[in-house]
């Protein structure tokens, strides 16, 4: 039960083709303690997922349950289809925020039910329960995690992890992740959470942008003893192969209703603040979190109107003229670029609200996303930017040097 199983090969044959077609090749091994080849085949990037042959020998067998989503694919095929076709036995599958499908709106409570497609029974991990009970686990013996994360902590994702492997350790079943590229892993930055501030987008003490995939922050679950009374999980992890925290990856697949895009994908980290404030950052529109405005906003060139609709119920704002700023002629490389926090879009809009007082919202929500009040605090006193980043850099440099011992790549 305490043992860290973690795979981590130097590549794998292609087995089908990559996600991302047009995806640079990356001639680095996927892991720090594997020299790179010397010769000049190149192997393009491939996610745990696709690398079938590397786990099948480790799942065939066993009663599997899998916490999965839309984005869990195999080029064309679900990981689900692709392992009934292969003769493993699913138990059941678990569905995170946003539903197995991906289609519920951010917040909304997912109920049990029965996929359509194949019968399985479908449990839910975000609405009455967040954690797998013993009743859910019986007749499971691995739980696969193979969801695509964005890399910030209030991404909920994670936390669905964290409760998945606390399950398993209660419960004396294993774990295996298949690990996917993290598309903000290039940089590391923003508050560390205080704990007093713990919540759903927000569980360990962890920057907002931690700069780690799925299977390197189950890792440092585990290590850190972050889960009930310190237990560890009995973890596997198949990484990515080709695949260092320098490689740009396109997402091929959405990975909820409101991140349409890769410029909303890099925009997301920083922008995700103003959920926490009065203004609103796109959803309802077709372009959500690559915009914010709000009707009383006195600068900006661009207007938006939310429309409640599809993975947007009752937006913020409904119906309502806004004024703002729109990036979505900035294109999604050069936001990518900046690997940073850009805190200048929400005290640009608190600098030029007629009401400053009223920026943030009555419930504080702010404070769960920044990881406690000091960043609040800081905004409401005119800090400067180059002020509150500075504000983080002692924090910041302590979690560099833990975040070190649980990298899988470069």
């Not at 990559?18 to 393009?44: G, K």
């Not at 990975?255 to 950052?281: A, D, K, Q, W």
């Not at 900006?300 to 429309?307: A, S, V, Y």
Request: a negative charge; glycine letters at 8%.
């Amino acid at each position: 039960m305490t043992k860290i199983k973690t795979f981590v090969l130097l590549f794998a044959l292609w087995q089908q083709s990559c996600f991302s077609p047009t995806q640079p090749p990356v001639e680095e091994a996927p892991n720090t303690n594997v020299e790179a080849p010397t010769d000049a085949t190149v192997v393009p990037l491939q996610t745990g997922a696709e690398r079938i042959e590397e786990y099948i020998p480790i799942i065939a067998g066993k009663r599997l349950g899998l916490v999965v989503n839309q984005t869990s694919m195999i080029g064309a095929s679900h990981l689900v289809d692709t392992l009934l076709s292969r003769g493993m036995d699913i138990k059941a599958v678990f569905a995170p925020e946003h539903g197995f499908r991906g289609e519920a709106d951010a917040g909304e409570k997912i109920k049990d039910a029965r996929d359509p497609q194949t019968g399985l029974p479908i449990v839910s991990l975000y609405g009455r329960n967040k954690e797998p009970s013993s009743t859910d686990l019986a007749d499971i013996d691995i739980i696969i995690f193979d969801i695509q994360d964005v890399g910030a902590r209030f991404y909920t994702y994670i936390s669905t992890l964290h409760y998945v492997m606390n399950a398993a350790a209660k419960y004396n079943k294993e774990v295996l992740v298949l690990d996917r590229p993290n598309p903000n892993g290039h940089y590391v930055d923003g508050p560390i959470l205080d704990l007093e501030y713990q919540s759903f987008v927000g569980m360990h003490p962890v920057p907002v942008v931690h700069g780690m995939t799925v299977g390197e922050y189950a890792q440092m679950i585990n290590g850190e003893g972050w889960l009930d009374g310190g237990a560890k999980a009995m973890l596997m992890v198949t990484p990515c192969a080709n695949y260092t925290h320098e490689t740009s990856y396109d997402l091929p697949v959405r990975p909820s209703p409101n991140l349409p895009n890769m410029r909303s994908i890099y925009l997301y980290p920083s922008l995700c603040f103003f959920e926490g404030t009065v203004f609103s950052v796109g959803r309802g529109t077709n372009t959500q979190f690559q915009i914010y405005g709000h009707p009383d906003f006195q600068t900006g060139n661009f207007e938006f109107q939310p429309k409640s609709g599809p993975g947007a119920k009752y937006p913020k704002l409904e119906n309502k003229r806004c004024q703002g700023i729109s990036f979505t002629n900035v294109a999604p490389a050069t936001i990518r670029d900046e690997a940073r926090l850009n805190l200048q879009h929400l005290l640009n809009a608190f600098a030029n609200y007629p009401q400053p007082e009223q920026f943030f919202l009555e419930n504080r929500f702010v404070d769960k996303l920044a990881g406690g009040s000091s960043f609040r605090e800081q905004v409401l006193a005119g800090w400067t930017e180059e002020q509150i980043r500075a504000s983080w850099q002692e924090g910041l440099q302590a979690f560099k040097s833990k975040r070190q011992k649980y990298l899988l790549y470069k």
